[in-house]
């Protein structure tokens, strides 16, 4: 398993700079949206921040299907790798570097907020001093919500490249990343439908629109959303193992 | 005799089509076991279910004595190596870090030893070229050094010397022999060109339809496919008894049938055993080569 993580973490290091480019390139214009938008980095989670989950779910499944591709993952069971320890591999691989670079994500975020203080903002009028409080507690509070949510969509990348097991597994991954993307609109159109809502609270990129949604409120609570991430992330392992567990390879 | 490879009744159905249909095969320690078959006769989904690549639908394997159900299965297939159809390479790295990502995977604690690997398969002078503008060659070569990373007793090649130029045949074909004589490397090698394996081969394995057909030692084929006289007569006994009296070698079939292995004067042959009241039915010259065995034993044309 260690040498599993080695070779994956190694794998992942050369592509390091332009992951940390992505990165710093999401939080900036976030925090330029947010300020030209509120006046203020810390009111809510705006779609930049959903965005950024989603692309590293799509980077994810883009990543791992090049080992379909190039048939690298015969290398790993030829020598005697187990399926369970290469799929748990990547997972905590992906799952660590999303952690790592959503916490990079909000560090830059919130510097930047201060770089953009002078930026016109769009809203009428600066948020107050009682509001910016409000604004600036939930963010926090949300801030371990996002730290999970990030994390918890890569197990849908994992899940779907290693389901596919071709070159589709990453297109299929940056598709449904897209598509995710856009379900929190389903609460906009129809905010009565229970299906709907029910969708978009289980799903940890929508969670994160729902983070916004909660930033004025003073009674919002974290946990349950953190459950729901790990559930989500703990659904995708096992059904997608269960899947690669059997599967045919070439 | 030990054995690194033993199949039992091997299985492989892919919904209605039966890939495998039983295969039992025995590769014994030691040898470069030529595996022949026509496309699609089930090579490759072979050394698919070897290699873990995929599961039996019934049968069993045994790798080093250890069952394919048993854990202790990962820890035989570390003594493995394979190049599986086409070779797993990473097309973005050059031929040295290819070979430190598979270190990497063995957990080896150092990279000696890559240079050696590379001089093996002759790829030391490709300096930063990437594998993804390596000749099919090349590639080829590099997914043998691959295999070969953390020396494996027991090395597995899909036709290795599918478009290959003769140079780089006769090359992977020195490697092969080289890797036997010198490090006692097993090699399991499926390959349609029979010209070439022949070369190489100490035992046969010919699979067809998914069935072993046919196992034998290349000492074995040798003796089948000698040049010989393959006779009928009235009576093998007294022919026996006439080809001892001329010092003939020869192999007594059946009652009937027998193959003489030398060209003797056949009116001296015919008049000796007339004398003895044997008749001389029929008389064939008698002269194959793996080729022409391999199309006689399935029964029909080698695909190419």
Known sequence: MSKLLSTEFYKICRKFVTILIITIA????????????????????????CMFGLVFCGMT???????????????????????????????????????LMTAV???IYILSGKLFSGVEVFQEGQPTPDELKIYRENFFKALPVYLVAVPALTTLGVFISMTLKNSLGGVVTVITAYTLNSLPLLDVISPENKLFAFINTVLPSSQIYLMEKFSAESDFSPLKYILISIAFAVIMFMLGYAIFRKADLK | MDYVLKTNALCKHYRHFKALNGVSMHIPKGAIYGFVGKNGAGKTTLIRL????????????????????????SGSRSR?????????VYPNMTAEDNLKMQYRLLGMPSFDGIRELLKLVGLENTGKKKAKHFSLGMKQRLGIAIALCGNPDFLILDEPINGLDPQGIIEVRELILKLNRERQIT????????????????????IDSGRIVKEMSAEELEQACRKCIHMTVTDTKILARVLDGMEITYKILDEKTADVYAKPNF??????????????????????????????????????
């Open chain 1, 26 to 49: 999401f939080s900036v214009t976030g925090a330029f949206v947010s300020m030209s938008a509120t006046g203020t980095v810390y009111a809510g989670m705006n779609m930049i921040f």
């Open chain 2, 80 to 88: 493995m190596g394979a190049v599986v159809e086409t070779p797993s």
């Open chain 1, 105 to 107: 994500f909000i560090g």
């Open chain 1, 61 to 99: 499944g883009l990543f791992i299907s090049q080992d379909f591709v190039n048939n690298t993952i015969r290398n790993k069971l030829i020598i005697g790798h187990t399926r369970f320890h290469i799929y748990l591999s990547y997972q905590i691989v992906f799952a660590v570097l999303a952690f």
């Open chain 2, 267 to 304: 009116s001296q042959l015919a008049l000796a055993l007339s004398k003895e009241n044997c008749e001389v039915i029929s008389m064939e010259e008698h002269d194959e080569n793996l080729e022409t065995f391999f199309v006689n034993l399935v029964g029909g044309a080698v695909h190419e």
């Open chain 2, 187 to 206: 090699v399991l090698i499926s390959s349609h060109i029979l010209d070439e394996l022949s070369k190489l081969a100490t035992h046969y394995g010919f």
């Open chain 2, 50 to 73: 070897i290699c873990g690549l995929q599961y039996p639908t019934s049968g069993d394997f045994e790798l080093y004595g250890v069952k394919n159900t048993d854990k202790a299965i």
